[in-house]
């Protein structure tokens, strides 16, 4: 990484008026991250939730109820983090399972 490197422009003469900053340092930005959340609703049968929870996100019984009561009790929660590809794939394989089913459970992504 060579760092900021002054470039001269091809003028004859070689006056400096008209120099250029080239940025060479390497770029570092990572892609943004969104996180998937699963919404609250009176309807939803818990289990149903849990079963999301195992399916879409790989948690394992103990850990998808905890999550699925958080989301019952607090309104939301936040069941993963993704890139923004994998996310709105996470997203709509829940909201299609939901509708097969007849529920009204909401996944929804925001960006981090
Ligand atoms: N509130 C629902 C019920 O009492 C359960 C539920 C939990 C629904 C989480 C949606 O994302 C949800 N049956």
Known sequence: MAGLVFKMTDKPD???D???L???RAKTERPPLYKVM???DDYTPMEFVVIVLERFFGMDQTQA???MLTVHKKGLAVVGVFSHE???TKVAQVMDFARQHQHP?????EKE
């Open 14 to 16: 070689g006056d400096n």
């Open 86 to 88: 994998v996310a709105e």
């Open 38 to 40: 699963l919404l609250n």
């Open 65 to 67: 109820f905890e999550i």
């Open 22 to 24: 080239v940025d060479t």
């Open 18 to 20: 008209q120099d250029v």
């Open 105 to 109: 459970l909401q996944c929804t992504m």
